[in-house]
RNA sequence: GGAAGAGUGGCAGAGCUGGUUGAAUGCACCGGUCUUGAAAACCGGCGUGCGUUAACGCGUACCGGGGGUUCGAAUCCCUCCUCUUCCGCCA
């Protein structure tokens, strides 16, 4: 969420920069609205502290007027209080009202997008920040998709899946699991090396922590949520991470804070349908190792390129022919300043599937979690957040295995060989 | 799940027979004096949000969360959450 201060002071390149996602100027008035709310809650709240004032001053006189004995006075001085006590109440509740009007205004403003941002619409917009190096692969036409490798080598049973809970949920087993459970390992591993803090997050949390992250109000319908306890399943490891300093202030020399850490994520996924729900592609219920950093406002950006220099890193140690798309406008998430996605080649499929998204979201979390840092000088500012994939496994276990098929079996790849224990599925 | 107790500032820990208590005291931390330097000692500072102000400052709210009683609540009442101990149950 945007600060007010902000909007009063950059409403100009606010604007130009909810033009380039696609807002309609006659959306803009909002930030009107909520400068005209803002300026009535603090009107309010002047007159509501001088009454509290006065109601303060005068319970104090009362105080000394028993002691002393003069209970005529003090009581004249108790329907005087009584009477300001209904004006505060009143005064209060219309701050009440006005706060929250202000609250549902300002969750409707979606993150200002960074110079950098391509224009756009949609997804075809999006810029190839560094496109493929050398040619697509080409496995001939004997190659077949992974979830047909996933059945002719007993990887995945996604039919067993449904049995058990539904489409979306597919069994891993024998050489597939350990595949993965092998990833997961290497992922984990080249978080921790590159200065990541290994987690192990609780994967359900309470509405305060999808609040912070913006899960809620924004994206309720896609989280699964458990109503007897009021808890939500999480998406994604960012929600129990970021959250682990909401509301805190950060000693500048405790910062970055960086962690890492590997989760199941549960998603809804209401209104996905086609090609890209077949097979691994898109799942309700998949892994992820993720990385999220908390840091001073002049790094963020830098960060942001060391973190997307850490996902290259990992594709390249896999081998996988990948791409990094620079999200324009248009298909920018809500939250996010500026994100890169990495897409994989799967070669069967011929089709680019993205396994990871790094993303710089300023303040705009922060804001809404209150974590904020302290510099030298004693001065408090919001940090600014940042996560990325590092990585999404399904997808990464789709190309692998499409792109590694051979006569012989499918190759597993040199730097997981010592997590998976075997060289070759088949 | 049942019973009892407890949740106060970065930490420890008073206050809890309602009335200058945003809150004693100690530790930690920051600045200063002293010292060749350090330590010790001494002096001073040391929470957060909001409002207001050019600024110093002033006002207001906050003692786990929410609500209530009262002229006035950290202090009384209700409720929720969390923690500790005991019992029960169970990976």
């Excluded at 105080?63 to 505060?88: H, M, R, Y």
């Excluded at 949520?225 to 909401?246: G, K, Q, S, W």
């Excluded at 209401?270 to 406002?297: C, T, W």
């Amino acid at each position: 969420m945007l600060q007010v201060q902000f909007i009063r002071e950059e409403k100009e390149r606010i604007i130009k920069g909810l033009a380039k996602r696609g807002w309609e100027a006659s959306k803009m008035n909002i930030l009107d609205e909520i400068i005209s709310l803002d300026d009535k809650r603090k009107s309010l709240q002047t007159q509501n502290d001088q009454f509290l004032s006065q109601i303060n001053a005068k319970s104090k006189e009362i105080g000394e007027l028993f002691k002393s004995g003069n209970a005529e006075k003090a009581n004249e001085f108790k329907g005087e209080v009584s009477a300001l006590k209904i004006k505060t109440g009143d005064l209060e509740a219309e701050m009440k009202k006005v706060q929250e009007m202000l609250n549902e205004s300002l969750y409707q403003v979606p993150n200002v997008p960074n110079e950098l941002v391509p224009n756009g619409q949609t997804d075809e917009d999006n810029e190839v920040f560094k496109a493929l190096e050398g040619a697509l692969p080409d496995l001939g036409t004997d190659a077949i998709p992974h979830w047909e490798l996933a059945q002719k080598y007993s990887l995945i049973d996604f039919a067993l899946g449904v049995k058990i809970t539904g489409a979306g949920f597919p069994v891993y087993m024998g050489k597939g699991a350990k595949l993965q459970r092998a990833l997961v390992q290497f992922f984990l591993n080249e978080a921790s090396d590159a200065g990541y803090l290994e987690l192990n997050p609780p994967f359900v949390v309470n509405e305060a922590s999808a609040r912070g992250t913006g899960n809620l109000p924004d994206k309720e319908g896609q989280m699964y949520h458990c109503t007897t306890d009021n808890f939500y399943l999480i998406p994604t490891a960012e929600v129990p991470v970021t959250n682990m300093h909401r509301a805190e202030i950060i000693a500048q020399a405790d910062l970055p804070k960086k962690y890492t850490a590997f989760s199941p994520c549960f998603r809804r996924e209401a209104g996905s349908y086609g090609a890209d729900v077949k097979g691994l592609n898109r799942l309700h219920q998949f892994e992820k190792v993720e990385i999220v950093q908390m840091v001073h406002p002049d790094k963020s950006y830098e960060v942001l390129d060391q973190m997307l220099a850490h996902v290259e890193g990992l594709l390249k140690k896999l081998e996988l022919p990948y791409r990094i798309l620079r999200l324009c406008g248009g298909d920018l998430s809500f939250a996010s300043a500026l994100t890169y996605d990495f897409e994989v080649y799967s070669a069967a499929q011929k089709r680019w599937l993205e396994v990871s998204s790094v993303s710089n979201f300023e303040t705009f979390q922060s804001n809404r979690m209150k974590m904020r840092f302290k510099d030298t000088e004693g001065k408090k500012s919001l940090v600014h957040t940042l996560n990325g994939s590092a990585l999404a496994l399904p997808r990464i276990m789709a190309s692998l295995i499409e792109n590694n098929q051979t006569s012989d079996g499918i190759v597993i790849p040199e730097v997981i060989r010592k997590y998976t224990g075997f060289d070759i599925i088949n």
